[in-house]
């Protein structure tokens, strides 16, 4: 009999779709080891309608973006319950002390993704793979001595594309092609900044590739900036790209925010200027630029062009740098969390 699961995830238009990816890549590696996907428990505004995430025969189910965290997570049991499903996989900011106490009393096993480090963990595993996730951080947290905690980038779930791709990835010493990429959802404008403050630029490079989300409320303001920069033809707008392994394969240096894509960035090898987009993402910007990974650029918030300019400056014109920045990020995310993430998962449920 397989062993079978239930993923509760978030989706926001403001964030971008990042936990649908991450829990597609792990719903495939379990399958493909030998799990099965029973139902899948959606929360967000309605209007989005993400494709199957991995057994179009899954049940699927929404949790309305405003029911309380307590409603959720019994919601959430009787799904357990109905699917007979052994393990729940919890990807989700939501979740407070209540919440996981109300699985604790129902007997639920799960798998909690973790981004803050703030509150008590009840979880049998929590996961947090940014680098600055260490067990000096977590140990504090855990309420249940018996979880097991899944840190740092070994475990980033990574979807197939980036699942090998740091073995090829190349080392970069030259700036030539730009990748910007601020995530999926709401930029608050940043992209358009960034965009201006670059096109001076613009005549020393091969190419610039913007990658956006169909939710980005500035999307069409963007495309006619591009449509106007002074070198005409290099700049690609790229919305909703399934490409993006692709595209970061060929850059030589990439702004980027602190979410998904920075872990994407590292197993592609690309030198990283990063932005952090929301509060989750510090632990990320901050590691990965203690780890020598990418240079951090701040908050969103406080982006200044004379930051942007001069963080551009200093990493172009050290060709040594850039190639210490990609050797970082592909020696941290090797592409395999997805799959020692699920063998975590199968192993405990088969011993």
């Not at 014109?317 to 395999?336: E, F, I, T, Y």
Request: proline content about 5%; aromatic content about 6%.
């Amino acid at each position: 009999m397989k062993c079978s699961f239930v993923i509760r995830l978030d989706l926001s238009t403001a964030t971008g779709l990042g936990h649908y990816v991450r829990c597609r890549a792990l719903a495939e590696q379990l399958r493909a080891i030998g799990g099965q996907i029973s139902a899948v428990v959606y929360r967000g505004p309605v209007g989005i309608e993400p494709p199957p995430l991995i057994d179009p025969e899954a049940t699927v189910y929404w949790v309305d973006q405003d029911t309380t965290p307590e409603d959720d997570a019994r919601f959430v049991t009787s799904i357990m319950n109905s699917a007979n499903a052994q393990t729940l996989i919890l990807d989700s900011y939501v979740v407070d002390q209540e919440y996981q106490l109300i699985l604790r009393e129902s007997d639920v096993e799960w798998m909690q993704f973790d981004s803050h480090a703030r509150q008590a963990l009840w979880a049998d595993w929590v996961l947090h793979a940014s680098p600055g996730a260490t067990p000096e951080v977590y140990e504090p947290l855990r309420a249940n001595r018996a979880t097991r905690l899944l840190l740092g980038p070994r475990y980033a779930v990574l979807g197939k594309p980036f699942q090998s791709m740091s073995e090829s990835a190349h080392a970069r010493d030259e700036v030539r092609r730009i990748l910007l990429c601020l995530g999926g959802g709401d930029d608050y404008g940043a992209t358009l900044r960034v965009l201006r403050w670059l096109s001076p630029l613009a005549a020393d490079w091969d190419a610039l590739d913007v990658i956006i989300g169909s939710a980005n409320p500035s999307r069409n303001e963007i495309r006619n900036t591009l449509s106007q920069w002074p070198s005409n033809g290099i700049a690609q707008l790229h919305v909703d790209t399934d490409q993006v392994a692709r595209l970061m394969s060929s850059a030589d240096l990439g702004i980027v925010s602190g979410g998904t894509v920075s872990y994407e960035s590292c197993a592609a090898g690309l030198p990283m200027l990063l932005i952090r987009m929301a509060d989750n993402q510090t632990m990320n910007v901050e590691g990965w630029a203690r780890e020598g990974a990418g240079l951090s650029l701040g908050d969103v918030r406080m982006l200044t062009e004379d930051r942007v300019l001069d963080a551009y400056r200093t990493v172009s014109s050290q060709p040594q740098r850039l190639q210490a920045m990609s050797a970082a990020g592909r020696a941290l995310v090797d592409g395999c969390g997805a799959a020692r993430v699920a063998r975590e998962l199968l192993d405990k449920e088969t011993t």
